[in-house]
């Protein structure tokens, strides 16, 4: 007797009752690695805001740093100048003793009162830009000071991140692979379609099961037509609403509960029973 062989289905092959129930498989195994991400809560993006301000206040010293070189640099010529003049001064005042006529001697007094005015504004500028390298040097130890803050800050968050990563960093591998696995099944203009869906979705839900005569997603209710066209598993189904695509209950292995309408029936039972006390006492 030959043995036989099961045929594996493309994804182009596959009915859409396949399709759709696939599509669900892997819409509960991204559900449950959101679920994983939320356990992480804000973690990762106070972890990287903290990088950010690192790097930020890294900068921010740096630059700080080359403007007092800068400064220093200014401070040594302007000192330098300060030299030159000194010495012009003290030259033209040797010469003022042995000057021949006054306009010479006037020439050198107006050098030499020049060269002051050089020397005090050297000066002025020297004490500014001193003024200037005690602002930078206050702004460079307080930006170390809040570096060094955010860096203590940051290792506590990343100590506490990969402590929840090492807990379910098995779990997520686990998952991501199942999730490749599933989408390499699935036909790729669909899977396109579920992502950019699901994408586009606040709670990350791209396909829904029908609750209550109603979208599982938006909560909307749904026309009975539109039910039975989900219930018929024959063509995909999106809601008009929210644009989430939609499948019957049985399809996602969930079973509905009919016990909302046994309270009704309690009811029902309670108001024949008190009309026919009425009826009685009548």
Known sequence: MARETMKV????????????????????VLS???????????????????????????????????EIKTI???????KEEKLVAQNMIDKNTAHLDN???????????????????????????????????????????????????RVGDLEAKKSELDEIVR???AQEDELREKSKELEEKIEPRLLTAFKRIRKNSHNGLG?????????????????PQRQLDVRMRKKIIVCEYCGRIMIDPE????????????????????????????????
């Open 72 to 78: 220093d640099a200014n401070i040594n010529k302007w």
């Open 207 to 223: 396909v829904v099961y029908v609750q209550r005569d109603a979208c599982g997603g938006c909560f909307n209710k749904i026309p």
């Open 99 to 149: 000057v021949r006529n006054s306009r010479e001697y006037d020439a050198l007094s107006k050098e030499i009162e020049f060269q002051n005015l050089e020397i005090q504004l050297r000066d002025k500028r020297i004490r500014e830009a001193a003024d200037q390298r005690q602002e930078r040097m206050f702004g460079i130890n307080e930006s170390q000071s809040q570096r060094g803050q």
């Open 32 to 66: 449950k690695i959101d679920e994983i991400r939320t356990m992480r809560g804000e973690l990762p993006l106070e972890v990287q805001d903290l990088e950010d301000e690192i790097e930020g206040l890294s900068i921010r010293i740096e630059k700080l740093q080359d």
């Open 251 to 282: 399809l996602a292995g969930v079973e509905i509960s009919k016990a909302v309408e046994e309270p009704k029936k309690t009811r029902r039972r309670r108001a024949l029973k008190k009309d026919g006390e009425d009826q009685v006492e009548a």
């Open 9 to 28: 289905l493309s994804p182009s092959e596959m009915s859409v009752e396949q399709k759709l129930k696939m599509l669900y498989e892997l819409q509960t």
């Open 167 to 169: 807990e379910t960093k």
